[in-house]
């Protein structure tokens, strides 16, 4: 058995959770999860070797898991989805009963990291050593009771705010330090993942936090041979954004401008209205675009690029995001083009599927033997977590090909270079 441990129980937790209940009662299929619905092709395309990932890796199986969540507010999983607003009734009832038996476990939680939000379901201590000790009895108490074998933790908690690397991220010895200092570089998050790696549970991070993004936690990963992977679920926007700009560059095509903005309703938003939220949020999203489109090496056609990203908190739209792009190309000659696109998505729909896929691939990972940080995992991520000598590869399908060879290779299988020469060769 498997035993997902989720930080914040809100719209994507129990989105993902109801999701998993309702495809183990055959209600509805996995749309969305590559490693349920994805297929991996083996060998030459002669072969026909096409199987479905779930049957090529060793993953858990949906009915081997068991879930339990940290949240400062103290609403079961069933309350907790009914207020996010993302599922139907139809949806949500018949695996009510599950959901009322998931109670959130207090939260190590401190509003200064997350001003929007208020909790009463929080762990007291002196330090945030304390905090973090505390997390680990959880974990090895959920362990002990869930009657699992293995664990995962997914960061699926709010955005907090703006933090940058400082000397207390440096070692595993200054980071203990802070912790028992009560050091503001500690946030909260950083000690859910300090106590995962401490119990030698592979963690996640769903959020553009710092988090486990840092050296002193990516040595303790390293030590206890414990998969990490981050950063900020790539769901909607930033998702289009990583398929279009490579298109453009593909085909050398120049790029003025780019004009982000969204509007979005949920308790996610509200976080985000606050600005030292939104500018964590902002790093990640703007990131990307720098580092597909290579201004570099091509200066003409990217060395001038405006790149704007708004969050607009609007409560009427609840999860359903609207997120605009106004984009301004330029072609032969120097031409100018304009793409728009306008993309009514639904945040928890896209992101659930990415919560399951992490959490089965980051325990494959750790029974594979893999530690540290899980760069082909980039694909799930807005801001993939790599070494520290190494740019992160953003393309979408750059990362499901780095994705699918890392299974591949995994396996013994060989790797597919998509040369495709040996099928024109004559003797
Ligand atoms: N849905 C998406 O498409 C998407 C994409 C990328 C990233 N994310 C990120 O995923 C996270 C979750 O999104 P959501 O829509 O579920 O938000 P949400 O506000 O519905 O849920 C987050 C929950 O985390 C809890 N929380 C806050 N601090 C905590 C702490 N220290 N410990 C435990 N719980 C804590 C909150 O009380 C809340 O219930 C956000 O950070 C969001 O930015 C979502």
Not at 27 to 33: A, E, F
């Given at each position: 058995m498997l035993g997902v441990m989720l930080v914040g129980l809100g719209a994507v937790s129990t989105t993902f959770i109801a999701g998993v209940e309702n495809v183990r009662r055959g209600?509805?299929?996995?749309?969305?999860?590559l490693t349920q619905m994805g297929t991996i092709r083996l060998g030459k395309r002669t072969e026909r070797r096409v199987p479905r990932i779930r049957e090529f890796v060793p993953l858990a199986d949906l009915s081997d898991l068991v879930f339990t969540a940290w949240d400062p507010i103290p609403d079961d999983a069933y309350t907790a989805a009914r207020k996010a607003g993302v599922l139907e009734a139809r949806d949500l009832e018949p695996a009510a009963p599950f959901l009322k038996g998931i109670t959130p476990l207090s939260a190590a939680f401190d509003q200064s990291y997350v001003k929007r939000l208020q909790g009463t379901n929080v762990k007291r201590g002196k330090t945030k050593r304390d905090l973090a000790e505390q997390l680990r009895e959880d974990i090895r108490q959920f362990k002990q009771k869930s009657g699992a074998d293995r664990l995962v933790m997914v960061w699926c908690a709010s955005t907090e705010v703006f933090l940058t690397p400082g000397p207390a991220h440096q070692t595993l010895a200054a980071f203990e330090r802070a912790m028992e200092q009560n050091d503001p570089a500690i946030a909260p998050s950083m000690l859910y993942a300090w106590a995962a790696l401490q119990e030698g549970v592979p963690f996640a991070n769903g959020a553009p936090n710092l988090t486990v993004d840092i050296p002193a936690l990516e040595g303790l990963a390293d030590e206890r041979r414990v998969p990490i992977g981050g950063k900020d679920f790539k769901t909607g926007q930033t998702m289009m954004k990583t398929v279009l700009a490579p298109a453009f560059k593909a085909r050398m095509l120049g790029l003025a401008g780019w004009y982000s903005t969204n509007i979005l309703g949920n308790r996610d938003g509200e976080v985000l209205d606050d600005p030292e939220s939104f500018k964590t949020k902002e790093e990640s999203k703007l990131g990307v675009l720098e580092y597909i489109l290579q201004p570099e090496l091509y200066p003409e056609l990217y060395g001038k690029i405006y790149h704007k990203v708004r969050i607009n908190y609007y409560p009427p739209r609840g999860d359903n995001k609207e997120g605009w792009d106004n984009i301004d190309i330029f072609g032969w000659l120097g031409y100018p083009m304009q793409i728009k696109v306008d993309f009514l998505c639904r945040d928890s729909i896209l992101a659930a599927p990415i919560v399951l896929d992490l959490a089965l691939f980051g325990d494959l990972a750790q029974r594979a033997g893999l530690a540290g940080i899980?760069?082909?995992?980039?694909?799930?991520?807005?801001s993939p977590h790599t070494a520290r000598n190494l740019y992160p590869e953003h393309d979408l399908f750059i990362q499901q090909t780095k994705l699918k060879n890392t299974l591949r290779w995994l396996m013994g299988e060989a790797q597919i270079t998509h040369l495709g020469i040996e099928y024109y060769e004559t003797a």
């Open positions: 209600r509805h299929l996995p749309i969305g999860s899980q760069e082909w995992l980039s694909f799930y991520f807005k």
